[in-house]
């Protein structure tokens, strides 16, 4: 019958594809070296995948964005073109398939299987603060909910599939898919590379719903094209939020239409006499949606009422003695605040946090609040607890330094703790008044502090932070007192005092930043120094062939020494 030959045909192609697959080295990448680490992993050897040269990927409408997203990353490096298809249309699932289930999906179970890194938990953490409300277990802990960041990822011989309850858990579906191709995929220009997964299954999903970095634009200023280049590396690692540092005493960075002068007159200047700069509306505007296409929420900054020099500047009535300071370009701190007394100082928060929460979608609005010492304490709090109001009457939640702990609480208030000790009675007070946590120890999580003595850039004061520092840690039990309920999440900031350019903002960054990460997203139980030094060593040579200026640090076993990671580009701009 005619029939037979082509069957016979296509038997014979499938059992060369076979053997193909049988005689082709193992991929390059395992399945286990994702930073963050999932949850939980499940390597098969024999179901390693090979891009074919006719790879589409097909995607339900709900994905949409992300599949161009993957796409976008994948076609430099491997000349592909990679059409993106709808998944309802008509054939089979194609070689990538992502899918944003309709119902919550669920983990395979995996009770005894290989794992990696480490074995499963016998039920999630109880600090699952991500999945809270959708999280759950069967009896044998087997059975978890994906919930709102969650995805899966299965790779066989024949396909990938990503599956997850939102596009948000599928976007950090696809930035592992990245990492488990060989590192030449970061290349923005064509590479002769075998495109091969690692055979296996992913199940994953985040530890805290709060993972974040911070940058300051104050102390130096820096344009929307590194904000957005900052964005995409929080993205590579699953951070979801992107502080921004927005004033301070050496500028004023986001432009306020009813404060005009906050921009053309405290945004010239920045530390050193460097230029000045700031955002204009659209400015702001572009990079919140171009953080949201990416998954990251945009936390805004405005340190009140310490760190106001350059406001004080453009508008002298606001300070204690009603003249204008000059415009100040060290590094001190704590010499400036607003007059706490004066109405006036009010009716200017109340205009400048309106403005910028109407810019702002993401549900946080950040007061600042730190070393304003100057200002007596019984007026500090008073103060507090007046912006507090005015930022809640906007619609969004306070965020604030941990010395605004000792206010009255307003609902879902979160406190930012960067101390260095975790013994701290008033952070915990104010946790068991309601407030919730973000931590950022100045001695584990602060990514202005020098790697090592001899670091080119950056502080000292909360001590020395290499790479083992920075991961060494664990946020659900750092501040006494506090329980890992009350922890929201974590977050890196990068003060700017002393880096410059982008290239410094990269390697104050790396290594350190996938470490914090790591911290943020991954089951307490898979922590461990060793190996994430060997996960974290295999994205040096990702971070080269993606033009990423990174430390090389010398307890990360990079793959082919530290010498073909060297900093020139940092030294050379110091």
Do not use: C
């Not at 993606?546 to 940092?570: K, Q």
């Amino acid at each position: 019958m005619p029939a037979t030959p082509a069957a016979a045909g296509e038997l014979a192609r499938v059992a060369a594809d076979h053997a193909a697959g049988q005689l082709a080295p193992p991929a390059p990448v395992h399945l286990g070296d994702v930073v963050p680490a999932p949850e939980r992993v499940l390597p098969d050897p024999a179901g390693d995948f090979t891009l074919p040269p006719d790879a589409a990927i097909r995607v339900d409408a709900a994905g949409l964005d992300v599949a161009e997203q993957l796409a976008g990353w994948l076609r430099p490096a491997t000349g592909l073109p990679l059409p993106v298809t709808d998944a309802a249309g008509p054939g089979p699932d194609g070689p990538l398939t992502l899918t944003v289930a309709a119902t919550d999906a669920t983990a395979p179970a995996l009770s005894g299987s290989p794992l990696a890194p480490g074995a499963p938990a016998p039920r999630p953490p109880a600090d699952r603060a991500a999945s809270a409300g959708t999280a759950r277990a069967d009896a044998d802990g087997d059975d978890v909910a994906l919930g709102d960041e969650g995805y899966r990822l299965d790779v066989t011989a024949t396909g990938v599939r990503i599956t997850a309850v939102t596009p948000a858990g599928l976007f950090h579906g696809t930035q592992t898919l990245r990492q488990l191709l060989p590192a030449a995929i970061e290349s923005a220009t064509p590479v002769a590379e075998r495109w091969v997964l690692p055979g296996g299954t992913i199940v994953d999903r985040p530890r805290f719903a709060y993972r974040g970095a911070m940058l300051d634009v104050a102390r130096h200023f820096f344009g929307v094209d590194d904000v957005l280049r900052v964005v995409d590396h929080l993205a590579r690692y699953k951070l979801n939020h992107l502080h921004l540092h927005l004033t301070d005493d050496q500028g004023w960075r986001i432009a306020v239409e009813s404060r005009p002068r906050l921009t053309e007159v405290g945004g010239d200047t920045a530390v050193g006499g460097a230029p000045g700069g700031w955002y204009t509306r659209d400015d702001y505007r572009r990079i919140v949606a171009y953080a949201a296409r990416r998954h990251v929420t945009v936390v805004p900054e405005i340190d009140l009422p310490g760190h106001t020099n350059a406001a004080l500047v453009a508008y002298p009535e606001l300070a204690p003695g009603k003249t204008a300071p000059p415009p100040y370009t060290g590094t001190d701190v704590g010499f400036s605040y607003l007059d706490p007394d004066d109405e006036r100082t009010y009716a200017f928060v109340a205009d400048v946090v309106g403005e910028v929460a109407a810019l702002t979608p993401g549900p946080w609005l950040h007061l600042g609040g730190d070393e304003a010492f100057k200002v007596p304490a019984a007026s500090y709090r008073a103060f507090v607890e007046r912006a507090q109001a005015l930022v809640a009457a906007t619609g969004k939640t306070v965020v604030g330094w941990h010395q605004i702990a000792p206010a009255g609480h307003v609902d879902g208030r979160v406190v930012q703790w960067w101390g260095t000790n975790g013994d701290d009675p008033g952070t915990a007070d104010a946790v068991r008044r309601g407030a919730r946590l973000v931590l950022s120890p100045g001695n584990h999580a602060y990514l202005d502090m020098k790697y090592a003595p001899d670091t080119p850039i950056g502080h000292d004061w909360a001590g020395l932070v290499d790479v083992r520092r920075a991961y060494e840690w664990d946020p659900g039990a750092h501040v006494h007192g506090v329980p890992a309920e009350a922890v929201l999440g974590v977050e890196a900031p990068l003060w700017t005092e002393s880096v410059t350019t982008r290239a410094e903002i990269e390697f104050m960054m790396f290594p350190r930043l996938p470490a914090v990460a790591e911290l943020g997203w991954s089951p307490r139980s898979t922590h461990d120094w060793a190996g994430f030094a060997e996960r974290l060593a295999g994205h040096g040579p990702r971070w080269t062939a993606a033009g990423i200026t990174f430390h090389p640090a010398p307890e990360i076993p990079w793959p082919d020494g530290p010498s073909r990671v060297a900093p020139e580009r940092v030294e050379a701009a110091v």
